[in-house]
């Protein structure tokens, strides 16, 4: 059964400062998300990360996959008070071609950005 | 161009009703996922679906849950019988037929039902 750890589950991040969250997941698969979720509001995409190495980056946030390790990492540079809110990462379960099959999430890392 | 439209976005059954919660994909999707996220937790999959099959209902409970998608209307999950341990955030997610490979689901606002 696949498996997603996020770590760690509460970060609470200073403004102006640089972190990074991590994701780690138990078997192998090639599909890895990263959404986000503001209290009460539905999920957001942010990143598709498909092949080993892949690194894509939106604004302050910088996603990476290392497909080996099983770990993907999301790297916040210089935090701003907006970047508030719990990200999830997802892994795909089975390499299906064409449609999307179903997705295993984390529990989530819910950020807090202070001044 | 409307995205993934769950309804109602607040919903308050007492033990032992009957749940009906309602998602119309985002347009020229076939494919929809219904999702539960608990307080503190992650989304946990329950059912993917296109028109009239369940392709895959593993993450469903045995008991009084059931999803369709019909081939005209949204698609429905009921739940019967409702108890407290129903309470959660149920989100829906859709993606096209033939979509690129990858491209990230679509999720709706989400039902919070509560039992009392």
């Known amino acids: 059964e696949l498996k997603v750890e996020q770590n760690p589950l509460f970060l609470s991040m200073q403004e102006g400062k640089n972190y990074t969250i991590y994701c780690n997941y138990s078997?192998?698969?090639?599909?890895l998300y990263w959404y986000r979720q503001d209290p009460g509001k539905s999920l957001e995409s942010l990143f598709v990360?498909?092949?080993?190495?892949a690194v894509k980056q939106e604004g302050r946030l910088m996603a990476s996959l290392d497909t080996k390790a099983r770990l993907s990492t999301l790297h916040i540079t210089a935090a701003v008070h907006d970047l508030s809110a719990t990200y999830f990462c997802?892994?795909?379960?089975?390499?299906?071609?064409?449609?999307?099959?179903?997705?295993?999430f984390g529990k989530g890392i819910t950020l807090s950005v202070r001044p | 161009n409307a995205g993934v439209m769950q309804n109602p976005r607040h919903l308050v059954r007492r033990r032992g009703q009957e749940a009906r919660l309602r998602c119309s994909p985002m347009?020229?999707?076939?494919?929809v996922y219904w999702y539960r996220q608990l307080p503190e937790e992650g989304l946990k999959f329950m059912v993917y679906?296109?028109?009239?099959?369940?392709?895959?209902e593993s993450g469903m409970p045995k008991e009084r849950f059931s999803a369709e998608f019909p081939k005209e209307g949204p698609s429905i999950l009921r739940i019967q019988q409702v108890v407290r341990g129903d309470s959660a955030a149920y989100f829906c997610?859709?993606?096209?037929?033939?979509?690129?490979?990858?491209?990230?689901?679509?999720f709706g606002n989400g039902t919070r039902l509560t039992v009392t």
């Open positions: 997610a859709s993606s096209p037929k033939g979509g690129a490979y990858g491209s990230p689901l679509h």
């Open positions: 990360l498909l092949s080993n190495g």
């Open positions: 078997t192998t698969s090639d599909r």
């Open positions: 679906l296109q028109k009239e099959n369940i392709i895959d």
């Open positions: 347009k020229g999707h076939s494919h």
């Open positions: 997802a892994v795909g379960n089975h390499p299906v071609t064409g449609a999307n099959s179903k997705l295993t």
